[in-house]
């Protein structure tokens, strides 16, 4: 049974720093693409970051670039998001991705909220 489980997120003030995570059970996680995207109401799912199947190279959306990390602990099946200097724009779901060719697995989202 393929389990994708985010944790980490929560209320924080502008210019704070969050560390979500996603532990991957049910799948061969180190043949995996792993990506974080995000959602607030209204809008589409974006992509934020990837970490690329052998964790050799990431991707991240211009407007988090400097500011978040994504990273990947392939023994452990987990991937992580480091989010710094966090901004009111950076508020919304975030949801981890497990994709291989035409296969894409997903959590269930983890709420971010950015507020004074």
């Known amino acids: 049974q393929v389990q994708l489980v985010e944790s980490g997120g929560g209320l924080v003030q502008p210019g704070g720093s969050l560390r979500l995570s996603c532990a991957a059970s049910g799948f061969t996680f180190s043949l995996y693409t792993m990506n974080w995207y995000r959602q607030t109401p209204g809008e589409e799912r974006k992509l934020v970051a990837a970490?690329?199947?052998?964790?050799?190279?990431?991707n991240y959306a211009d407007s988090v670039k400097g500011r978040f990390t994504i990273s990947r602990d392939n023994a452990k099946g987990t991937v992580y998001l480091q989010m710094n200097n966090l901004k009111p724009e950076d508020t919304a779901v975030y949801y981890c991705n497990a994709c291989f060719s035409s296969i894409n697995y997903w959590g269930q989202g983890t709420q971010v909220t950015v507020s004074s």
């Open positions: 970490t690329i199947s052998g964790g050799g190279s990431t």
